[in-house]
T-cell receptor, first 114, second 112 residues
């Protein structure tokens, strides 16, 4: 069935370093790949997304890359700050009209040490 | 603009009891999704409403779970009777179209 694998499960970096989280999806029909950030006591918040017709997308310190052939996509956070500490989820979806349930990865707990 | 709101934020019930979770989506969003995260695992899809109709309920675990969205506005998710394995955080998300973009803060359900 549909599956998204996410690694690592935990990641600790020093403030100012980069952080990379990787995901692999199983359904080759997937065409939409969002990333969510969940802070303590809050719901997941969409931080960036990418569609299958794009290989890379950047928004300030956050970038996402997609390799459709390998069915991999990654989140890159540069110049990390303590407020980047949170749980990050990748997801994959087959987006068509009003369909589009999200298949989530297991989550990565990112800790940025000051 | 108000975001997606879920009630209650926490619920502790005994095994065998009934619990009803509520989700108020962002006004005007036709798409409403329910998800669940159990024991620190991945967030799993439960079902998807388009207005008041169930578009996809393939993720509902069993017939102890009943979701409704009367009038296409708020939605309720009832668990009856609750079992220990139903414990987790239940999220609601809404969007004007496509996958749920805006998530609520979640309801943490604990069945004891």
């Amino acid at each position: 069935g549909e599956n998204v694998e996410q690694h690592p499960s935990t990641l600790s970096v020093q403030e100012g370093d980069s952080a990379v989280i990787k995901c692999t999806y199983s359904d080759s029909a997937s065409n939409y790949f969002p990333w969510y950030k969940q802070e303590l006591g809050k719901g997941p918040q969409l931080i960036i997304d990418i569609r299958s017709n794009v290989g890379e997308k950047k928004d300030q310190r956050i970038a996402v890359t997609l390799n459709k052939t390998a069915k991999h996509f990654s989140l890159h956070i540069t110049e990390t700050q303590p407020e980047d500490s949170a749980v990050y989820f990748c997801a994959a979806s087959i987006r068509s009209g009003n369909t589009g349930k999200l298949i989530f990865g297991q989550g990565t707990t990112l800790q940025v040490k000051p | 603009e108000a975001g997606v709101t879920q009630f209650p934020s926490h619920s502790v019930i005994e095994k065998g009891q009934t619990v009803t979770l509520r989700c108020d989506p962002i006004s005007g969003h036709d798409n409403l999704y329910w998800y669940r995260r159990v024991m620190g695992k991945e967030i799993k899809f439960l079902l998807h409403f388009v207005k008041e109709s169930k578009q996809d309920e393939s993720g509902m675990p069993n017939n102890r779970f009943l979701a409704e969205r009367t009038g296409g506005t708020y939605s309720t998710l009832k668990v009856q009777p609750a079992e220990l394995e139903d414990s987790g955080v239940y999220f609601c998300a809404s969007s004007p179209q496509g996958p749920g973009r805006f998530f609520g803060q979640g309801t943490r359900l604990t069945v004891v």
